[in-house]
Nanobody, 121 residues
């Protein structure tokens, strides 16, 4: 079985920083697109940032110039460095990955269970 496990969430004051990690484990042949999504109470789940297997990144306008997404393919781990955090960043943050588990390299979508980020004074 494949699992994605997020870590690094917590409580932080406005202007502070957090770094989220997403570690993939299990029977994995390769990992394609990865991304971070977030969902605030009563809101839709929105994309925060994505990163391809070769490192091409895309960001939501709301986090551009404040967040940085990265990945370490050897460690099967993705990161989200969050700086200058604002109260509106408060949400559950979810890890997403497109993963091939078989020798035919067919890819399937996987989600982590989420980690809470709360930005408040």
């Amino acid at each position: 079985q494949v699992q994605l496990v997020e870590s690094g969430g917590g409580f932080v004051q406005p202007g502070g920083s957090l770094r989220l990690s997403c570690a993939a484990s299990g029977t994995i042949r390769s990992i394609g697109l990865m991304g971070w999504y977030r969902q605030a109470p009563g809101k839709q789940r929105d994309v925060v940032a994505t990163i391809t297997s070769d490192g091409t990144t895309n960001y939501a306008n709301s986090v551009k110039d404040r967040f940085t997404i990265s990945r370490d393919n050897a460690k099967k781990t993705m990161y989200l460095q969050m700086n200058s955090l604002k109260p509106e960043d408060t949400a559950v943050y979810y890890c997403y990955a497109l993963i091939a588990i078989n020798s035919d390299y067919a890819r399937y979508s996987y989600w982590g269970q989420g980690t809470q980020v709360t930005v408040s004074s």
